[in-house]
């Protein structure tokens, strides 16, 4: 009978938050902030290690946050609908305010009224549809989602809403998105 080699995994400061982390970053939360982004900061190869034991990847994204990534998994429905909703908020905040960049992390944040259907373009509001968000109800419950996820803080008593650091990550999901758009296109003129 052979013997399997036990690894041991080590800690390089306290462990006070573990359930929390470990519980919040499998329900696709982002640690971005408090006691459990400083933990996970310093303790990031104990966590590392813990979650590669269940084939996911802990990911410390470059503007200090962290999430979990699934890579054997495919991209879910709540996923794609998020990245939709933050297209179309991007292309909206980018034609109301003139600015192809718009600055998505100001302090007095976004009136939620800007993503009501009926202030959409027709274009946008159809992406929308087409990802079954065709109600104010439906979008109010993605924006819930996103809140959860850590993405944005909500008022609700003001009806607005801020973009926390994790939604960056949105950003580049969006521009990948377009960008492999183009070379599907680029792709199929040559052909």
Not at 37 to 43: D, T, V, Y
Not at 157 to 178: G, M, Q
């Amino acid at each position: 009978m052979e013997l399997k080699e036990i690894e041991t995994i080590e800690s390089q400061g306290e462990i006070n938050h573990s359930k929390d982390i470990i519980f919040d970053l499998l329900k696709g939360r982002h640690i971005f902030q408090g006691s459990e982004f400083s933990e996970l900061k310093q303790n990031h190869a104990f966590y590392e290690k813990i979650f590669a034991l269940m084939d996911l990847e802990l990911i410390c994204h470059q503007r200090e946050f962290y999430y979990l990534l699934n890579n054997s998994a495919s991209t879910g429905k709540n996923s794609t609908s998020i990245a939709l909703i933050f297209f179309v908020l991007m292309r909206t905040l980018s034609i109301v305010e003139n600015n192809p960049r718009p600055n998505l992390f100001r302090s007095i944040g976004f009136e939620e009224s800007i993503l009501r259907l009926d202030n959409l373009a027709p274009n946008d509001r159809g992406i929308l549809e087409e990802s079954g968000i065709t109600s104010w109800a439906d979008l109010d419950r993605k924006l819930g989602l996103m809140d959860r996820l850590g993405f944005i803080n909500r008022f609700p008593d003001e009806e607005r809403f801020v973009f926390n650091t994790p939604a960056y990550r949105l950003i580049e999901l969006c521009e990948s998105y377009i960008y492999n758009e183009t070379l599907e296109v680029e792709g199929g003129e040559e052909e």
